[in-house]
């Protein structure tokens, strides 16, 4: 079954990123095995998996974010619209404003709401209206009517919710293609995460989306295709399934999907 | 609730399901016995009895809503109990045919001008025996034995066909028998929907096996 999946393409599916015989290594020891994934354009994309089986770490290849860890060393390609990430011409911290992330606990800067959105564009050198983009990119982010009256207040005032979405409204700010989001909700009560949820949704319509959750039930609600990863002995970080949501959660194809969406793993 | 709970708690729901199963089977030989006999009594029961069917049908319905709402099912959990859902439906309605063949043994009474049509204890057999069969295949998670309850209801379909031929015919040579040949032919339908029901519960058991709706497995739930 995985053979015939590792590599599978879902017929039509516009790639805005794809990995080809992604290996990642710590050293020594190795974390993803040959991942060929596809990741649609203006869609949500769900990694999801048991607990080291790679899902961040994948997430992490796709803006190179592991070019942070010293002892990290990746194989195979991250190709980004055709275009090779980690080829020698490509500089980090470009793709890091193309493809931007979202981390798992809200890490506002100790700043104002209205510093912290426009921090990527002014470090950006940007020359235009930068209250005109923070502006839009807080409305865009959901958060504009929460905090139009008090930008200047610290970004800290807000609550987790909040908070989440200004790091949303950040990332936006420097108009990126992709949005990574690394458990977006698990520091969230079921209010604020209904609220990403949606705004997820309503960014998907201009922005690509990859989100790695361990809620199941979130990534069947938001997502629209979900990849299954997960660990073996004798292999670790490789990609069992890819599909549709709504085929992976009400009938997956390999019975160690079945088994670890159904509470049934190990 | 532990995934062990959640277990136990999905066997014990299919083995109410088959519980009701076999109610419902117990209605329908009782009907057609009270009908044969002209045994008014048996009628009566029979009629009484289907509340008990319906009462097991929404209790079942209530179990499933109580794990789809607290255990969140997703997969092979959330088919299952889409399929019992599904199931107890289609049992609670062969309740209400043999009830409904109760009713006609009562209009009937116990004196009649009309034999009884030799095909419709026929056509109840093979009812009972494709109830039977998807049942067993929902207990097995068989689906070639569920494809093949789907086979043989076109063979009730052809019973049934000859019955009416028969009924009308008998209806043109004797028409003061047309009042209470109508009532069978109302038995003959009964019969004819019991079967019809049966095939709809062996695709339930192909959809919860195979995820997949319809008898060769129709496209796949992925659309």
């Not at chain 1, 290996?23 to 949500?44: E, F, G, P």
């Not at chain 1, 992490?60 to 974010?65: I, P, S, V, Y």
């Not at chain 1, 002892?71 to 990430?85: I, K, N």
Request: charged share 25%; with cysteine.
């Amino acid at each position: 079954m995985v053979d015939k999946l590792e590599g599978q393409k879902l017929q039509d599916l516009d790639a805005i990123l794809q990995t080809r015989g992604l290996n990642v290594y710590y050293d020594t020891k190795q974390v993803i095995t040959d991942v060929n994934l596809d990741v649609a354009r203006n869609r949500i994309t769900a990694i999801i998996g048991p607990s080291g089986c790679g899902k961040s770490t994948l997430l992490r290849c796709f803006n190179r974010m592991n070019d942070l860890i010293p002892s990290a060393r990746v194989e195979g390609q991250v190709l980004f619209d055709g275009r090779d990430l980690y080829s020698h011409d490509v500089d980090p911290t470009e793709i890091r404003y193309l493809i931007g992330m979202v981390f798992q606990r809200p890490n506002p800067f100790p700043k104002s709401i209205y510093d912290n959105v426009a921090f990527g564009p002014r470090i950006n050198g940007f020359k235009g209206d930068i209250e005109e983009v923070v502006v839009r990119s807080l409305h865009r982010a959901a958060l504009w009517d929460e905090v139009k009256d008090r930008l200047k207040a610290s970004a800290l005032s807000l609550s987790g919710g909040q908070q989440q979405r200004l790091c949303i409204a950040r990332a936006l700010a420097v108009e990126p293609s992709v949005i990574l989001m690394d458990e977006p909700c698990s520091a969230l009560d079921p209010i604020a995460t209904l609220a990403i949820e949606d705004l997820m949704r309503e960014l998907s319509e201009d922005y690509s989306i990859i989100i790695v959750t361990h809620n199941m039930q979130q990534a069947a609600r938001v997502s629209n295709y979900t990849a299954f990863m997960m660990v073996e002995e004798a292999r670790v970080g490789f990609m069992v399934e890819f599909g549709e949501s709504r085929q992976i959660f009400t009938n997956p194809e390999d019975e160690r999907t079945e088994a670890y969406i159904t509470g049934r793993f190990g | 609730m532990v995934r062990a709970d959640f277990d136990r708690s999905l066997e014990e729901l299919q083995a109410e399901l088959v519980g009701l199963g076999e109610m419902v089977e117990r209605a329908i030989i009782k009907s057609m016995d009270a009908l044969e006999r002209r045994d008014l009594a048996m009628a009566y029961e029979v009629v009484e009895e289907d509340d008990l069917i319906d009462a097991k049908r929404f209790e079942l319905e209530e179990k499933c809503i109580d794990l789809i709402a607290t255990q969140q099912p997703l997969a092979i959990d959330l088919r299952t109990l889409l399929a019992v859902l599904h199931i107890a439906v289609e049992l609670e309605r062969m309740g209400d045919y043999a009830e409904g063949i109760g009713k006609i043994c009562l209009i009937i009474g116990d004196d009649t001008p009309v034999e009884t049509p030799k095909q419709l204890p026929l056509m109840a057999e093979m009812g009972l025996a494709m109830l039977r069969r998807s049942l067993q295949s929902l207990v097995d998670r068989d689906t070639a034995l569920a494809g093949e309850v789907w086979a043989s209801d076109d063979e009730v379909d052809e019973q049934y066909a000859g019955v009416c031929r028969q009924i009308f015919l008998d209806m043109g040579q004797h028409p003061s028998t047309i009042e209470a040949a109508t009532h069978f032919l109302w038995v003959a339908h009964d019969l004819e929907r019991i079967a019809d029901r049966a095939t709809n519960i062996a695709e339930r058991v192909i959809f919860l096996v195979t995820g997949r709706f319809g008898r060769y497995g129709g496209p796949p739930v992925s659309g």
